[in-house]
């Protein structure tokens, strides 16, 4: 089945407020142990970064990159997990701006543009939520700097998927928290289409984890460093 813009959304606006309570201040412990180590290895934030945070959620992330003295551009599609995460993070709105903005809309991303290009971007486990990734891409790689990255993590589409369709790009619903009001709208992608959307944007592929929750040798996530450079070649001189 296909769902909406629409449909997605209203799935995470009746979950917004149940979402920042299951993470509080610290996220939970899949994110704290699974996502964010191996996230923040590829991300490497520094002081002077100018960062894009990709439906951001309660702001958690945000929050810890402005921590270590970046500056932060945070959107969200959700205006109630917008306002949510202002009043969570609310030490740190000197340093993060919050936003409304459709990752599926090319003027809705642009309109996030600053006077000084994006030196990384991030998302954190939203790629699988997000029904069109190939517009968010495209304008990512023109919103970074040259030689700035995108980070994201996202469900490992080959273990965790609900049907047993792999290769045909699909959408079903689920749950990311037991107990949350609404199902939400899953959009699996194989590993070959995100890829390739990466590189059809005009990015490189320089770093790539899968990480697994607890010691179980299946794993859950993958997590992606793509690089924006004017050509291959200028990655290796």
Not at 185 to 202: D, K, M, P, T, V
């Amino acid at each position: 089945m296909d769902f909406s813009v629409t449909e997605s959304l209203a799935a995470w606006e009746a979950n917004a407020e149940f979402w920042d309570t299951q993470m509080g201040d610290n996220s939970n412990r899949f994110h704290r142990e699974v996502v964010r180590p191996k996230v923040s290895q590829l991300l490497n934030v520094q002081a002077s970064d100018f960062v894009l945070d990709i439906a951001c959620g309660n702001g958690n992330y945000s929050a810890y990159m402005a921590a270590q003295g970046a500056d932060v551009v945070a959107f969200d599609y959700s205006e109630t997990m917008i306002l949510l995460a202002k009043k969570r993070q609310g030490n740190y709105l000197d340093k993060i701006e919050f936003c409304v903005a459709d990752a599926t809309c090319p003027e809705s991303l642009y309109k996030l543009k600053r006077n000084r290009k994006f030196t990384k971007a991030v998302s954190n486990m939203a790629i699988m939520d997000i029904t069109d990734i190939r517009c968010l891409w495209k304008c990512v790689y023109d919103l970074l700097e040259k030689d700035g990255i995108f980070v994201f993590a996202t469900q490992h589409p080959c273990f965790v998927t609900l049907t047993d369709q792999y290769l045909t790009s699909h959408s079903y619903y689920g749950d990311a928290i037991a107990g949350q009001p609404q199902k939400q709208c899953y959009y699996h992608r194989s590993l070959q289409q995100i890829f390739n959307l990466c590189f059809e944007a005009g990015f490189i592929i320089d770093g790539f984890y899968e990480e697994a929750y607890g010691i179980k040798e299946i794993p859950d996530i993958i997590i992606v460093r793509a690089r924006k450079s004017s050509s291959l070649m200028d990655h290796f001189l």
